[in-house]
């Protein structure tokens, strides 16, 4: 038992100090990347990728021996009678394999996203510098085209401009025509109204007739919509 005692002593204290260096291990994981000095440039000026691998080395030993712990708990515990205490074993065994296990999935998932970014930020500066090197080759000559480009855009723009200025003129013309033609009409209609005294009497009358027939239509729904309030309620 003494030796089971301190195996978990071991266990546990190479389990805190994996703890520790894998906190410190995603920080810096999750970090910036690479600095670069320019475009030309290969290597990142500022790289924190051999800390990065240093790290992952330890993480990397800590993690075999806490395995080797590991395996010495299990040949320990089957050596153990199915009693009590070796229940007890099962369970402890049982729970120092998880956490390994956790903190070997951690690890590599720390590492994994490690080495995508840093293909991804690879591969970013690669197309920058062939950006910045096509831009280096076509020189004045792609200036220029685009020089062209833009005066022809800006071409067309003011052509468009002015075939939208000439409809809204247009547009504002035909507008004045109707409203000179309305005008007229009117002035036509009060010319006869004014002439004929009769048609205009008989203009009003019909009017008057139209607003007393919209009063009786309108009391009469008003009174079917009651009745048939009233017969709903009832």
Not at 148 to 157: G, L, Q
Request: glycine content about 6%.
């Amino acid at each position: 038992m003494n030796g089971w005692e301190d195996l978990r002593k071991q266990a546990r204290r190479l389990e805190n100090e994996i703890d520790q260096k894998l906190l410190s291990f995603s920080k810096l994981g999750a970090g910036p990347l690479g600095v670069y000095r320019n475009a030309s440039d290969t290597e990142p000026l500022l790289s924190s990728e051999h800390m990065f691998e240093s790290q992952s080395m330890e993480i990397e030993q800590l993690l075999a021996k806490l395995t080797t712990v590991n395996e010495k708990l299990n040949e320990m515990g089957a050596s153990e009678p199915g009693n009590g205490t070796g229940a007890g074993m099962v369970h402890t065994l049982q729970r120092h394999r998880e956490i390994l296990q956790d903190y070997t999935q951690d690890f590599r998932k720390t590492q994994q996203n490690f080495r995508t970014r840093r293909e991804r930020e690879d591969l970013l500066h690669s197309v920058r510098n062939d950006i910045d090197a096509y831009k280096n080759s076509t020189g004045l000559n792609r200036r220029m085209d685009m020089y062209a480009k833009e005066s022809e855009h800006i071409r067309s723009s003011d052509r468009l401009i002015d075939d939208q200025i000439s409809i809204a003129v247009e547009t504002r013309e035909h507008l004045a025509s109707q409203r000179l033609n309305l005008k007229r009409l009117q002035t036509r209609m009060h010319d006869l109204s004014s002439r004929f005294p009769m048609v205009n009497s008989l203009l009003q009358r019909i009017n008057i007739r139209k607003r007393r027939d919209s009063v009786i239509i309108g009391c009469l729904v008003g009174f079917c919509t009651f009745l048939l309030i009233l017969y709903t309620f009832r």
